[in-house]
């Protein structure tokens, strides 16, 4: 049951907008006095009545009092003027995205809050110590990053600018604490945590239809269904707009010097400039009929051959679930790779021509099938660069017979799933590496902000950090980016055999 409790702080929100109104409506039903102010005239009091209106539902639901709303409500108020936040124990600003107006409102109101107030500022893409820099006291200033919507997203990131004290970083992680959403600790670093964790999402997913390994649609679909992705990375590009995505991608990296990592792609500035921004648009990597995608024609198996003769490798990871599951579709097992009509082979980081030629295999009947997605849920079929249409079909048909859904793709060292997954473990290595979160931070502010099935460190020990490794060297080798160089952090402890999360740091 909520109520209001009296020695809790006094927060004042500065920026009554989209994420104001949230936050106001965070603390307030987690009993703390709130006291909004909006530089536009009544902007400040729709916030309230909205917080109020959202609140108000838990009485309908009965998991609030009468007594316990009203309590709510006589403890928020709409402020006119700024000096109405003078009682305010902490002020979080949530106002336009401009350092120049975000410095002259933290100026503004160490004019008017008590000199033991706390300053916090909502920014996404700012420098939390540019902001600081305009206080006579920044050890009291932090960032507080809240992701929207902020009651749902259970998540908030405390920024430490290199003069935000202990004092106030701690303050503010309970005041987190205190409304039932989780507080991570993240270093004033581009992106911050959560943004920086999610880059390697958009960058690979990319990559890889630039490189036309395979088209978005099949990208999202190995993704979401293949690795338990909510959406997959072109899905998510036409929700949030790819004109926001673009900016948010190009700022990442140029914050981070041009960190091959990093990298955006140049296929985004084009549609940028078409007009293709996603949803809003009606027109993305998808098309929109109002807020409904647009079905489009998906290839359809070939027919299933009779007794095709296949080899699959002997040393693949996933050898003896795949012989049962082309046995049960009718395929004649051989352990002759020099006749078999189909072989198949299993790299890690490898495309299917090299995987091919290693075995000395025959390219023109041979594919291979990405082990990292279970085959219970979706098979991920690449080719050679000459894989016959005769062994593509055979091969199709043998992995469609029990209708689980195949993607074929073209070859590309790492197929969809290993390279996007390899990606996300290598740059939550490197922020912890960089110190810029700790172990227990990275893995829940990844689950809890971006929605992700797991923690992305997590993740690399599921896979095996030792398979992550062999993952972005042979990436590497194959294509000469340094974008999948790995990250000594990872390396370091596939060396000594230690996981990627640790039973000390999961405690957290
Ligand atoms: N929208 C998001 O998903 C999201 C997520 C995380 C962080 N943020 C950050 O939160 C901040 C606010 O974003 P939003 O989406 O709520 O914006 P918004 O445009 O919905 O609201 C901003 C509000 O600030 C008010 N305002 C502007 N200048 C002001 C000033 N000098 N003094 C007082 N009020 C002023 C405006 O009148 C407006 O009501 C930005 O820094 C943004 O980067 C946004």
Redesign the pocket.
Known sequence: MISTKVNLPTVGV???????RGIVQLFAQAGHRVRC????PG?ASRAVDFALGMIERGVAKGRLSAEGFEAIRTGMAACTQMADLAECDVVI?????DLE??R??FRALEDVVADTAVLA??????TVADIAAACRHPARVAGL????PVPLMKVVEVIAALRTSAQTVALLGELVRGTGHRAVVTADQPGFLVNHAGRGLYTEGLRIVEEQAAAPADVDDVLREGMGFRMGPFELLDLTGLDVSSRVMTSIYEQFQHEPRFRPSSLVAPRVAAGMFGRKTGEGWYVYDGDVRRAEPRPVAPPLPSALSVWVDPQASGHAGLVALLSDAGAVLTADAARAAVCIVQPWGVDATRAATALGLDATRTVAIDPVVPLALRRTLMLTANTSPDTRDGAWALLAADRVPVTLINDSPGFIAQRVIATIVNIAAQIAQRGIASVADIEDAVKLGLGYPQGPLAWGDQIGGARVLEILHNMQAETGDPRYRPSPWLARRVALGVPLVTPEAARF
């Open positions: 500065v920026g009554a907008g989209a994420m104001g102010f909006d530089a536009a902007a600003e949530a106002i336009v995205e107006v975000k002259a409102l500022s909502n920014t996404s893409s700012l990053h809240f992701f929207n």
